[in-house]
C-alpha cells in the first residue's frame, strides 16, 4: 500500500510528503528547512525565526 502522507512544515508552510523531512514532536520540518537551520548560524537574522517557530511548537505542545 502506497501510504504517502503530507505533512505541513512548521517553518516555510510547505506542504511536503512525510519521507521529505522530519516530525518534531507535533510538528514537522521539511528536509530543506533542515538543512538550512543547520546551515544557520547564531548571529544569522534567519537563527531567531526558526527558535521562534521551534518554541511555537513545544508550547502547542504542553499546552
Ligand atoms: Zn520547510
Known amino acids: 500500500m502506497n501510504d ?6 512548521m517553518i516555510c508552510g510547505e506542504q511536503k510528503a512525510e519521507g521529505e523531512g522530519i ?8 528536509q530543506s528547512c533542515e538543512i538550512e ?9 534567519k ?10 511548537i513545544f ?3 504542553n499546552a
Open 4 to 9: 504517502i502522507r503530507e505533512q505541513h512544515c
Open 37 to 45: 537551520m543547520v546551515h544557520t548560524d547564531v548571529k544569522d537574522a
Open 47 to 56: 537563527y531567531p525565526f526558526f527558535i521562534h517557530q521551534m518554541k511555537q
Open 23 to 30: 516530525r518534531i514532536v507535533s510538528g514537522f520540518l521539511c
Open 59 to 61: 508550547i502547542e505542545n
